[in-house]
Each structure stands twice: as structure tokens, then as C-alpha cells.
């Protein structure tokens, strides 16, 4: 939504589809379109593409990851930016575990050369995060790759793909954005905490998709404050309440 992005496919596993369904609905109260697919077994990151070709089409499309956690200044801009880039755009920041990640490693002229799935030995410690922006040649380029050994059809083949052909760019996330990975139990209560800090410190929330769509003016004030209604008294109801009441300076 940050990247103006309205058409949004979530492709969940078949026991949690109904909760993604009751808690977004159809996308109609953000001002967006939400549709949704199955991974009936875990195949790989790269499947997302294949399972929703039909919903790619000829256009250009984004990835992210259910367990990423993205918060900064200058994410909208950025995000949009990379959304109107051919080939494909990834975000990628140093970490101290880089055998945890997808791992790009560049020449001495600052190029990308390689890119590795959670190496043992990496080449650098530029971690790929979870945020991907890729215009349509992605389905044919996803459907061309095999499974890993590991049994998975991995995202890093897929750009591997992209940077054969010339079309991968690179784009280095700038200190003041962070970027959390919560696929751990540790990593999860580490950016609870970070999101419970912030939120309390400057009193606005992370990832509110009613603010987004209506800072975008996809809904009206007057759609969020019925929306607020839902969430009755609550501390989320509250704020959103807050937003269309407050004059900003």
C-alpha cells in the first residue's frame, strides 16, 4: 500500500486462509482489492509466482514475505520508486548471521555478481530481505527453475535468473530503516518489542492499513470513522478515531 499498490493476492497455507480472510475481508475497507490462494505444501518462495500467475498477468508485481517487518522515513518513497523500476529491484542490508539469508555479493566496482541461499561460507554480509519488486517476466522466469535440494523452488534462482540477464538492481537500505526477520520465536518477541517502544513513544502505529489508505485518500474520514466502530473502545478503535479528529500542524 506505501508503493500505491491497490490489487493485493495473499497466498497463505490452507489452514489459515479463513483467518486471513475474516481479519482483511475483500480489501474493500482500505480502498484495495484483496484475492486469495493456497500453498497446499511448502515449495519454495519462487511458487508464489506460479501459483498466482493468473492473477499477475502482464503486469508488474511485488513480493513480501508474512514474517517481515519493514519501518522508517522514506519507506513510501522508496518503496514507490523501486514499484516503477523494469527487471527486478531487492532491498538488502548487512547482518551479523548472513548464513541465515539469501546473500548478494558484489565486485570491487560495487556490482552485483552472485547471489547464494543461506551459504555456509558467505562472500559478504549484504542480506537479501524479504521484499521483492519484479515486472512480468518473473512467471516465466519462476517456472523455468527446478527445486533446490533442499525440495524448495527458491527466490534466489529467480533472481539469479535476473541478474543473468542485465535486469537486477539493487537498492541498499539507508541507517534510520530497519528491517526485522520474525520467523523466530526470538526474532518475533524482539520486534514485538521494537513495535510496543515506538508506537508508545510517538503515539502512531505501525502499519495501520486504515491510516495508510486514508493518508493515500482511498477512503474518506468518514470510512474510517465508521471503521473505528468495529474496533469499539479499544486502543486501535481509538486511534483511529484520533486521526481524522486532530488537526496536524
Known amino acids: 500500500m506505501l508503493a500505491g499498490i491497490r490489487e493485493i493476492l495473499v497466498i497463505t497455507t490452507p489452514d489459515d486462509l479463513t483467518a486471513f480472510q475474516e481479519l482483511l475481508g475483500d480489501g474493500s475497507s482500505f480502498g484495495i482489492e484483496i484475492s486469495y490462494r493456497v500453498q497446499i505444501t511448502p515449495r519454495g518462495i519462487a511458487e508464489a509466482f506460479i501459483i498466482g500467475k493468473d492473477f499477475i498477468d502482464d503486469s508488474p508485481v511485488a513480493l513480501i514475505l508474512g514474517d517481515n517487518l519493514f519501518y522508517g522515513a522514506g519507506l513510501a518513497n522508496l518503496f514507490a520508486g523501486a514499484n516503477k523500476q523494469s527487471g527486478a529491484n531487492i532491498f538488502v542490508t ?3 548471521n548472513p548464513s ?3 546473500v548478494v555479493n558484489f565486485d570491487s566496482k560495487g ?3 552472485s547471489i547464494q541461499e543461506k551459504p555456509k561460507t558467505p562472500k559478504s554480509n549484504w542480506a537479501i530481505t524479504g521484499l521483492y519488486f519484479f515486472d512480468s517476466k518473473v512467471v516465466s522466469l519462476a517456472e523455468s527453475v527446478v527445486p533446490s535440494a533442499r525440495g524448495e523452488l527458491e527466490i534466489t534462482d ?4 535476473y541478474l543473468a540477464i542485465d535486469s537486477l538492481s539493487v537498492s541498499f537500505l539507508s541507517r534510520g530503516l530497519a528491517w526485522l526477520d520474525t520467523g523466530t520465536p526470538e526474532s518475533l518477541y524482539s520486534a ?3 513495535v510496543r517502544v515506538i508506537e508508545e513513544r510517538t503515539g502512531t502505529k505501525i502499519g495501520c492499513p486504515e491510516e495508510i489508505a486514508w493518508r493515500n485518500g482511498w477512503i474518506s474520514s468518514e470510512q474510517i470513522t465508521a471503521h473505528s466502530a468495529h474496533y469499539g473502545n479499544n486502543n486501535y478503535g481509538s486511534y483511529l478515531r484520533d486521526l481524522v479528529a486532530i488537526k496536524e500542524p
Open 94 to 96: 548487512t547482518v551479523s
Open 100 to 102: 541465515d539469508y539469501g
Open 111 to 113: 556490482i552485483a555478481v
Open 158 to 161: 529467480v533472481l539469479n535468473n
Open 192 to 194: 514485538t518489542s521494537f
